[in-house]
C-alpha cells in the first residue's frame, strides 16, 4: 500500500513496493508516479504566483488611495504641493481649473511608456496602475472638504497619508511619479545619483510653487514633501532598521556566547586572515536591530576593549534565522 502523496514528494521508493514481477511493467508503472509528481508542481507554481500578483495589486490599490487621501483631503485645498509630476499636476489643475486626476494620468503617460522600454514591463505596468487608481481617488475625493484649515496640520498629515501610501505602493514593485523613471535614466550619463537627481527636480518643483500659491506655502510644501520622504522610509524598511555587525576580536567564542546569551541573536563564525600580519582569526558576524546596537558594543567593550566592531545599515532581512531568542 502506499499513498498518492508521499509518491508525489518521493516516487522513487516505489521501485520496490509496486506489485508485479515483470521489470519493465514496474518501471513503466513508476515513469507514470513521476510524471504526476511533476505535473503538480507547476499547478503549485501558478498558484503561488497568482497569489503574488494578488497581494502586490491590493498594495497598490491601498497605497494609492492613501496618496488620493492625502493630496485631496489635507493638501491641495490648502493650496499645498507635493514633490515631482505630483506638484506639477496641482499647479496645472489650480491654473487651468482642470480636475488633479486628469493631469496626474496625463503627465505621467510619457513616463511610463519611457519606463516600459528602458526600466521593463512589470515595472511600467505596475506603476501605470497605481496612477490610474491615485487618479480615480483623486477625482472621487476632489469634492470632500478638507478635514482641517491649519496649514501646518494639513503639511503633517497630508506628508505622513502620502509617504504610507507611496512606500506600500514601492514595495509592491510599482511608483507613482514619473519623476523617478527620468531619474533611473539619466543618473545613466551623469555623475549624479538617483535621488540627487529626484532632489533637484523637487527643489526647482516646490520653488515654482512659491510663485504661484506663496512662499508661505512652498515652505509648507517643502515640510510636507519631507515628511512624506522619511514616511516612505519607514513603510519600506521599518522603525527597527536592522544593522550588519563584524567583530574581529583575540576572544571571538567568548564574544559570540556572550552575544547569543544576552542579546538574543544568532551568530556566525568566519574565517578570516589579516591582510599586513597573515594572523588568522575568527570573525563574527550577526545581523541586530537599532535599538541593539548600543547594548551590542556594551557587551563587546567589556569582554575585549581593542576588539574591531565595525556596523553597517542593512536595507532589508530576510530567510535565515533573523528571530531574536528568549534572554533569561
Known sequence: MYDEESAGRNPGWLFFLLPGKDEVVRKKRLRMIKMDAKAVAPITHKRAKKSRIALRALGIIIGALL???GLEIFLVPNNIIDGGITGVSIMVSKLTGSPLGLFLFLLNLPFLLIGYKQI???????????????????????????LTDDLLLSAVFGGIIIGIGVGLVIRAGGSLDGTEIVAIL??????????????FFNIFILGSAGFIFGWDRAMYSLIAYYIAYKMI??????????????????????????????????????????????????????????????????IVEEIDSSAF????????????????????
Open 67 to 69: 496618496v488620493a487621501v
Open 120 to 146: 521593463g514591463k512589470t515595472f511600467a505596468i505596475s506603476t501605470l496602475f497605481g496612477v490610474v487608481v491615485m487618479s480615480l481617488g483623486t477625482n472621487y475625493l476632489h469634492h470632500v472638504p478638507s
Open 233 to 298: 522610509d519607514i513603510t519600506m524598511v521599518g522603525l527597527e532598521q536592522s544593522r550588519s555587525v563584524w567583530i574581529i576580536s583575540d576572544y571571538p567564542a567568548e564574544i559570540g556566547d556572550a552575544l547569543t546569551a544576552r542579546l538574543g541573536r544568532g551568530i556566525t563564525y568566519l574565517n578570516g586572515e589579516g591582510g599586513y600580519s597573515g594572523d588568522v582569526k575568527k570573525v563574527i558576524f550577526c545581523v541586530i536591530t537599532r535599538l541593539e546596537e548600543a547594548k551590542l558594543k556594551s
Open 309 to 328: 566592531l565595525a556596523i553597517g545599515h542593512i536595507h532589508d532581512v530576510s530567510g535565515g534565522r533573523f528571530k531574536k531568542k528568549n534572554i533569561h
Open 186 to 199: 539619466m543618473t545613466r550619463k551623469s555623475p549624479f545619483s538617483v535621488g540627487e537627481m529626484v532632489m
